[in-house]
């Protein structure tokens, strides 16, 4: 069962560089999410898509954008990347209502 | 004043000793609370959730939850050198399930 598959793992960018972070899902969940985590922050939430079609802005939102691409996809795009943006990024999902979200691997960006 | 709310630890307990981890959160309006296990180097594992005031047990894990209080913990029995990890707490809130979580504490389970 692959669950939530992040890509790349790791990824070494320098300064002013575009990427885009892929996540797919296979578990027919509804709703998806971004985290960023950084030592002594805890999860943040970048941007979150409650349904196919729909996104928002969580807590950290500026210098990413989004796209939902379909049920089981939800990318995360770095336009102009920033050494502020160095961190492990997580993706997750889940069903509609209360349930846990689960997550991927985790993708470790660098941003020199 | 941070909506969830975690000792950071770390937290050493002795193996066979009862873990006990502690987390608070502000908004009254919370409604599911999640316990996540997470490795070094590793994503957060979902261990335990819980919705309604009282105990929950699975396994060796009991979630408390205090509504009234705001305060939900995590009781890890007969804790093992394997438990050792970073134990984030998360809280659920409002109707489109925005999540947030604690900085997560670090157990250590010495052998």
């Known amino acids: 069962n692959a669950g939530v598959t992040q890509t790349p793992k790791f990824q070494v960018l320098k300064t002013g560089q575009s990427m885009t972070l892929q996540c797919a899902q296979d578990m027919n969940h509804n709703s998806m999410y971004w985290y960023r985590q950084d030592p002594g922050m805890g999860l943040r939430l970048i941007y979150y898509?409650?349904?196919?079609?729909?996104?928002d802005k969580g807590e950290v939102p500026n210098g990413y954008n989004v796209s939902r691409l379909n049920k089981r996809e939800f990318s995360l795009r770095l336009e102009s990347a920033a050494p502020s943006q160095t961190s492990v990024y997580f993706c997750?999902?889940?069903?509609?209502?209360?349930?846990?979200?689960?997550f991927g691997d985790g993708t470790r960006l660098s941003i020199l | 004043q941070k909506e969830v709310e975690q000792n950071s630890g770390p937290l050493s307990v002795p193996e066979g000793a009862i873990a006990s981890l502690n987390c608070t959160y502000s908004d009254r309006g919370s409604q599911s609370f999640f316990w996540y296990r997470q490795y070094s180097g590793k994503s957060p594992e979902l261990i335990m959730f819980i919705y309604s005031n009282g105990d929950k047990e699975d396994g060796r894990f009991t979630a408390q939850l205090n509504k009234a209080s705001q305060y939900v913990s995590l009781l890890i029995r007969d804790s093992q050198p394997s438990d050792s990890a970073t134990y984030l707490c998360?809280?659920?809130?409002?109707?489109?399930?925005?999540?947030?979580f604690g900085i997560g504490t670090k157990l250590q389970v010495i052998p």
């Open positions: 997750a999902s889940s069903r509609p209502s209360n349930q846990p979200q689960h």
């Open positions: 998360a809280v659920m809130t409002g109707g489109y399930q925005k999540v947030t």
């Open positions: 898509s409650a349904s196919e079609g729909t996104t």
